[in-house]
């Protein structure tokens, strides 16, 4: 079964499960319902395309990916309709304005960190892009040579202590890396796409607001994987 339809399905079992803790959050936050744009015009699979062809374009042609900052920038000064999250890696050569083909200011609600790792500032993020900004889509971007997958299935294979923060950054992908080690192919690929797919299926199954939204069909998560030599973007299944 594909990533994108196992999330489109999520039952309404789980939907109740943490049906109290939403309640409980907005109770919290009343504010937040204030700061809501419009609602997305555009459908989960529609802007999935998007994505798709913007890469297409990225491949063939880098160096037409330029964007017309300064009416843009102007066009968007009040308000922000994003139309896709993103949440990938910190990685200097990893800009997904840049590789869904040179989209510009207001267009995606990108969150970042090395490894691409689900934590709570970055879930609360994807959450608000989800329900108060109306992005009907959720990418989790895995890339080739992940220095933080790198160094996690450097302590996986090796047991190599890290030190300070870096150790606990990327403590949450070492068991991902155990569970790849002994699969055939590249060791880091295998842990790098089998990250990707970890963090989505995390967003779905930590998050009441995006389970609420996808039962509603108003939300799509799909796990993803960069290639920085091709610069080519492959959407994940999982079987």
């Known amino acids: 079964m594909c990533f994108e339809c196992q999330t489109a399905g999520f039952s309404r079992r789980n939907l109740l ?3 109290g803790l939403g309640a409980a959050a907005l109770t ?28 297409e374009k990225f491949v063939k042609d880098a160096e037409a990916c330029a964007a017309h900052l300064v009416e843009r920038r102007t066009a968007v000064a009040k308000s922000q309709a994003p139309w896709a999250t993103i949440l990938t890696c910190s ?19 990108v969150v970042r960190n090395a490894g691409n790792v689900l934590e709570t500032n970055g879930l609360g993020t994807i959450e608000y892009g ?20 790198v160094a996690a299935c450097d302590v996986a294979k090796n047991g190599t202590a ?28 295998n842990t790098v796409h089998a990250n990707a797919v970890h963090g989505a299926a995390r967003i779905v199954s930590e998050s009441p607001i995006v389970a609420r939204l996808i039962d509603a069909g108003k939300v799509k998560v799909v796990p993803a994987y960069y290639d920085l030599d091709t610069g080519h973007v492959d959407f994940l299944h999982m079987t």
Do not use: W
Request: net charge negative; proline share 7%; with cysteine.
């Open 17 to 19: 499960k943490f049906a």
């Open 28 to 55: 919290l936050a009343p504010g937040l319902a204030l700061a809501a744009e419009a609602e997305s015009a555009i459908t989960p699979d529609q802007a999935l395309d998007k994505l798709r062809q913007g890469n």
């Open 91 to 109: 990685d200097s050569r990893v800009t997904p304005e840049l590789v869904f083909g040179g989209v510009s200011l207001g267009e995606l609600f």
């Open 130 to 149: 989800a329900e108060h900004l109306h992005a009907p889509l959720i990418v989790v971007m895995g890339h080739k040579r992940c220095g933080a997958v």
């Open 162 to 189: 890290y030190d300070g923060s870096i150790a606990r950054m990327i403590e949450p992908i070492v068991p991902i890396a155990l569970a790849n080690q002994a699969k055939p192919g590249d060791f880091i690929d």
